[in-house]
């Protein structure tokens, strides 16, 4: 069954250089999906492709069935996009900017509601030459917002926002989620987007690396666990660094100042059992899993 977005075989040239090769994916309907990796991956071509806003060199988008080229005004209609760069008219107020952009669509949502869900009902009738950097940001969203449409497109919308009004800003996409909407989203916060999103593909130079649910790239790359625990009595740091060493489940081992211990292992739930009923005595025992950040990085780390 077709997606809400699906995306085969997109690739985007500029001469020689390819931005974009043969990406393929779907999102789903009502779907919170993250498109991640570094600067100069793709993510922007591909999101300004599937906007219809660039033009594919091959391939094809297709949104709810529609080509966003040749079925212009279905996606205006169902598709809003917040830019990385967004440029607007300098002298207006932001709720003059939001009410312009409502006047595009058929069935916007109310000025003041889409301001209010960017935070900005404060700054409403501030002209937007003089908004700060991340007050703009929170405009370039409240445009995106005020639409209504089914589909949002964000490009790094969280760009620039302090730490506050980035879990305002996570807050706002988890509720236009429960609306129904589905979202396609750019980040390089990848807490946020284990958080936030159902499921990430990570690009790296414009190739599709790995996609699927935050939980299943943690599990599917990398099993592996760090625990730490600090040793109680400073003279045990030799015999627990030996210990270690000789232990099957422990595939590396580190003892830092203080007398803690870091251990890597695939298998911690066997080796707390056994370091329980070791000699070492200890306290503050930590299981870190992995992460999104050990997947990003170990496929980015050969860009
Ligand atoms: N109009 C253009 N002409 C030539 N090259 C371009 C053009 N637009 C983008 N590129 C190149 O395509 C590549 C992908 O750019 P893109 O903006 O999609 O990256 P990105 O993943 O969004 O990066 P960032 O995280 O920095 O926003 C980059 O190497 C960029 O220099
Ligand atoms: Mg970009």
């Not at 300004?48 to 080229?69: C, K, L, T, Y």
């Not at 405009?139 to 969280?158: C, H, K, Q, R």
């Not at 299943?216 to 040793?231: E, R, V, Y």
Request: aromatic letters at 6%; glycine letters at 8%; charged letters at 20%.
């Amino acid at each position: 069954m077709a997606g809400c977005i699906d995306v085969s075989n997109l690739s985007k040239r500029y001469g020689d250089f390819h931005a974009v090769s043969d990406l393929s994916f779907s999102v789903e309907h009502g779907e919170i999906f993250g498109l991640l990796g570094p600067n100069g991956a793709g993510k922007t071509t591909t999101l300004e492709m599937i906007a219809g806003i660039r033009r594919a060199s091959s391939g094809q988008v297709a949104i709810m069935g529609h080509d966003p080229h040749q079925d212009r005004r279905f996606t205006v209609e169902h598709v809003a996009l917040q830019q990385q760069e967004s440029s607007v008219f300098q002298y207006l107020t932001v709720s003059e900017l939001v009410e312009l952009h409502a006047s595009f669509y058929p069935d916007p949502r109310k000025s003041d509601d889409a301001i209010e869900f960017a935070g900005l009902l404060d700054h409403r009738d501030q002209r937007f030459a003089k908004l700060s950097g991340g007050q703009k940001r929170r405009l370039a969203f409240s445009l995106a917002v005020v639409g209504n449409t089914d589909i949002l497109i964000l490009d790094e919308p969280a760009a620039g926002l302090d730490p506050a009004a980035r879990t305002d800003l996570q807050a706002s996409i988890r509720q236009l989620q429960t609306l129904g909407k589905t979202i396609l989203y750019t980040t390089h916060h990848l807490e946020e987007a284990t958080e936030l999103c159902d499921r990430v593909a990570i690009m790296v130079g414009g190739r599709m690396q790995i996609s699927g649910s935050p939980s299943s790239l943690i599990n599917q790359f990398d099993a592996t666990a760090n625990i730490d625990f600090t040793l109680l009595e400073s003279g045990q740091g030799e015999s627990a660094r030996a210990w270690c060493e000789t232990h099957s489940l422990v595939e590396q081992s580190r003892l830092s100042p203080g007398g803690i211990v870091t251990v890597t292992t695939e298998d911690s739930d066997s080796f707390v059992r056994s370091l329980h009923h070791s000699d070492l005595r200890f306290k503050n025992l930590r299981i870190r899993s992995g992460s999104l950040n050990d997947v990003y990085t170990s496929l980015v780390k050969g860009d």
